[in-house]
């Protein structure tokens, strides 16, 4: 479903939810390539995307929501201590559509920072969580994809981090080199993309 939608305080204008039988549901915006939130229940209350000549054209998740990031996942930092940038400019991200697969779940594709990007969400088998994999190609150098940012990040056992409190919980490959930094506002934990073509996929548990 594509709509507006409020977060972070703002009215976000390019955003499409993804509703599944699982009942785990997200809202992504389409011009920042950015996983907005997630959550498990009923899909969305569209009531005034029509009501009274739907003038907010708000969607308007109908469960508990877990917030993430209204930043682009992916970004060309000048150094791994580079601030990660709170947005893309409107012109700097070209959309390419999305693509479904057998089970009718979106892969969005666009181009930013001088690659092709894809970007799945899939639910786990048993809707425990999803799985979000990241693709780049033809990047000409070298890219950064941050996977979480909270006031607090932990790192556990088998690749496993704790975000925000245990709000949720982050599972990355051992060969993705994944390190969590410091920031003015807490914490990120970002994993380098290389040159060329490389993939991420990482899990969200909650």
Known sequence: MRSYLMF?????????????????????????????????????????????????????????????????AIAALANQNAAWPDSIAFDDLQNKGYVLDKSKMPT??????????????????GGGGIDRTISISNSKGLLYCRIAAATTIE??????????????????????????RKTKNGQELIAPLANGTESLTYSLIW
Do not use: C
């Open 8 to 72: 972070e305080g703002k009215k976000r204008t390019h955003v499409i939810s993804v509703g599944t039988p699982e009942k785990l549901n997200y809202s992504y915006d389409l011009k920042q390539g950015a996983l907005l939130q997630l959550w498990h229940g009923q899909f969305i209350d569209v009531t005034e995307m029509w009501h009274d000549r739907g003038e907010p054209q708000l969607a308007k998740p109908l469960g508990t929501v877990l917030s993430l990031s209204a930043a682009p």
């Open 108 to 125: 969005f594709l666009y181009s930013s920072n001088g690659a092709d990007i894809s970007d799945k969400i899939a639910v786990q088998s």
């Open 155 to 180: 790192a556990l056992k088998n690749n496993t981090y704790s975000i925000g409190n245990k709000a949720y919980s982050v599972k990355v490959p051992a060969e993705a080199k994944a390190f969590i």
